[in-house]
Nanobody, 128 residues
Framework: QLQLVQSGGGLVQPGGSLRLSCAASGFTFDGYTIAWFRQAPGKEREGVSCISRRGGIANYADSVKGRFTISRDNAKNTVYLQMNSLKPEDKAVYHC?????????????????????WGQGTQVTVSS
């Protein structure tokens, strides 16, 4: 059974850092694209970052470029989202997701659906 278990998150002051983790089980990890999404209250879900199957391609939303870094450790079946220079507008529930619908050479932030696999979500709050 495919499962994604998230950890990390919490409360941090503006300018601070957090690292989110997403541990996967039940599938061949390096055969799947991984992405992070976030949803703030009253807003639509936003693709934050994604990483290709082997980790060679990473994409970021303009709002987080230069501040967030996605990485994956295929030996540990885990993907990470390092978030630096956090801003109050980064406050949201963050979800990791995985799919094998995308080629190993692509990493889209759009086109993810409910048929893909999603983590349980973790709250990130940026406030002084």
């Amino acid at each position: 059974q495919l499962q994604l278990v998230q950890s990390g998150g919490g409360l941090v002051q503006p300018g601070g850092s957090l690292r989110l983790s997403c541990a996967a089980s039940g599938f061949t990890f390096d055969g799947y694209t991984i992405a992070w999404f976030r949803q703030a209250p009253g807003k639509e879900r936003e693709g934050v970052s994604c990483i290709s199957r082997r980790g060679g391609i990473a994409n970021y939303a303009d709002s987080v470029k230069g501040r967030f870094t996605i990485s994956r450790d295929n030996a540990k079946n885990t993907v990470y989202l390092q978030m630096n220079s956090l801003k109050p507008e980064d406050k949201a529930v963050y979800h990791c997701a995985t799919s094998r619908r995308f080629s190993m050479y692509s990493c889209p932030l759009l086109g993810w659906t409910g048929t893909d696999y999603w983590g349980q979500g973790t709250q990130v709050t940026v406030s002084s």
